[in-house]
């Protein structure tokens, strides 16, 4: 039996171009799951129901601030990972610390990053607007929206809509109101789905006037295909306040690919990592059929020269910096079990 690559892994990874290349290259077999949900597949890991995987590409608190704490995630060594991890984009200094454990040592390798709210048609609604009531502007009764299912972002986007802080423990009251709100978007969308082509198509159309959750990740087809009206937003201000006082109002996700540590792993899980850094790998990721994002390594010149004009404008680069600069980190809410389960109530009707 030859030897086998398992990649548990967020769309992409998994494709014959990245994961199929690899294990032709080594000889090796390959295996490969997409994940559905980070928090889902995180207590899966955990509770033993998924032994035999290798690498995993997951979203960064749940490899740091939960697989960690499990003991499920191996260090890697600092002399062939450092120099990976050396020279990323300016932009992406302070999410690049989601690579490194409690006492520093690396865990993993940054990639696709960038902020995740909602999106909005441009010739509806102004973006300064946009950018300036936030969440809100769902509830305003004239406004037609979509909500995409992706529930550990729809969790954080349900609190910071009902004015409340994802990152803090909530009383009752506040759970009360994350309640009502998770109703309000289940009763007021006008579309409710899992896939984002299908809201860019209604936005584009004009059926709707934006959707939440959302970000360049998941608008950045259409605008490769010409429709720059549609555009992921990250609002100025919200609930989130940080150490200087400020109150952040968007999230930034950055993906981590990791080892996991088992005594039966692969041996090529090292390799794969290096490969996924490499300029060539890097730029695929950043470009995979179906998406469009901004990847750690555009940092490195050659990288980033790989980009056309119109692959800079699709992923929005004249306002990553900012953007990047308005969000909180995608962390773990303290109470995320509960909301979890108000807001998959909430949404019941659409999933059955």
């Not at 082509?197 to 605008?223: F, M, Q, W």
């Not at 609002?235 to 989130?240: I, N, Q, V």
């Not at 088992?262 to 990592?273: D, N, Q, T, Y």
Request: overall charge negative.
């Amino acid at each position: 039996m030859r030897p086998q690559l398992n990649l548990l892994c967020w769309e992409g990874y998994d494709d014959e171009d990245v994961l199929g290349e690899f294990c032709r290259r080594h000889g090796i077999a390959g295996h490969s799951e997409a994940l559905l949900s980070d928090a889902g597949t995180a207590g899966r890991l955990a509770g033993g129901e998924l032994p035999d995987w290798d690498v995993l590409n997951i979203n960064n608190a749940w490899v740091r601030d939960y697989l960690c704490q499990h003991g499920m995630i191996k260090t890697l060594d600092a002399p062939i990972f450092e120099p990976l991890l050396g020279g990323l984009l300016p932009q992406f200094d302070r999410l690049a610390t989601w690579a490194r454990n409690d006492a520093s040592e690396i865990i993993g390798i940054c990639q696709r990053f960038g902020s995740f709210n909602f999106v909005v048609n441009t010739d509806v609604i102004d973006r300064n607007n946009a950018e300036d009531q936030g969440f809100a502007l769902a509830s305003e009764a004239s406004r037609r929206f979509g909500v995409l299912l992706y529930d550990d972002f729809n969790i954080f986007h349900v609190c910071i809509t009902a004015g409340l802080n994802p990152f803090k423990s909530l009383n009752d009251d506040e759970l009360e109101l994350f309640t009502e709100t998770a109703r309000s978007w289940a009763r007021n969308a006008a579309i409710i789905t899992d896939d984002h082509h299908v809201l860019n198509k209604a936005l584009a159309d004009r059926e709707i006037d934006l959707y939440l959750s959302g970000g360049v990740y998941t608008v950045s087809p259409a605008r490769l295909q010409g429709h720059h009206n549609l555009r992921a937003i990250t609002p100025r201000r919200g609930p989130m306040i940080d150490a200087t006082g400020e109150g952040r109002g968007g999230i930034v996700f950055t993906e981590i690919t990791s080892l996991l540590d088992h005594p039966g792993a692969s041996p090529f899980g090292v390799e794969f990592l290096r490969y996924l850094c490499s300029p060539d790998v890097a730029y695929a990721m950043a470009t995979r059929p179906g998406t469009l994002n901004p990847v750690a390594q555009m940092g490195d010149p050659s990288v980033f020269a790989r980009f056309s004009a119109a692959q800079l404008e699709a992923i929005q680069w004249d306002s990553l910096e900012a953007d990047i600069e308005r969000c909180e980190m995608y962390q773990i809410p303290p109470d995320h079990g509960e909301l979890l389960a108000r807001l998959q109530a909430a949404f019941a009707r659409v999933r059955s």
